[in-house]
């Protein structure tokens, strides 16, 4: 019901924007479609990768590697595969999700969430160009360890 709410919510504001000012509208909404056809290629291509994994593994290997009884180890894995992974976070989260209702460990999806949004193996090249290359390493490290202290923190919380 709440993303009923939004999806009118958004369509009501291009509306008043369509009405206010049709070119302007007509220029954002090809911009959107331009940025929305550039991006769909990779994003198909990371759906895809997460739907033919999670068809792979079972709960069991899943439960194994990155389950609450994995303890740090299975922490560590999860946070070199965020740190190295390169995934959009609006499909981090239900990935995470996904891995959760197959036995993965809270403490292990948040290092792995975490890892995925704020360490960038990737993209340290591109970073290291405009930052430097020790401001590239300095953040990255502390990205990294501070991702453990908050999955410890959520697991404390949330009580895995």
């Known amino acids: 019901m709440f993303t009923l709410f939004l999806y009118l919510l958004a369509l009501g504001g291009l509306v008043f924007s369509f009405i206010k000012d049709r070119q302007k509208t007509k220029m954002a909404v090809m ?16 759906l895809a990768l997460i739907g033919i994994m999670l068809t792979y593994l079972s709960p069991h290997t899943i439960a194994t590697l990155v389950g609450k009884s994995s303890g740090f180890w299975g922490m560590l894995a999860s946070s070199i595969v965020g ?26 999806m948040a290092v792995f969430v975490s890892t995925l949004m704020m360490v960038g193996v990737v993209t340290a090249p591109l970073e290291s160009r405009y930052f430097g290359k020790k401001e590239t390493i300095l953040r990255n490290s502390l990205s990294y360890v501070f991702s453990f202290i908050v999955a410890i923190i959520i697991g404390m919380v949330v009580g895995s």
């Open 31 to 46: 911009k959107g479609w331009k940025a929305f056809t550039n991006i769909l290629p990779d994003f198909a291509v990371v």
């Open 83 to 108: 740190s190295i992974t390169l995934i959009p976070g609006f499909v981090a989260f239900p990935l995470a999700k996904s891995l959760l209702d197959r036995g993965a460990g809270i403490m292990q």
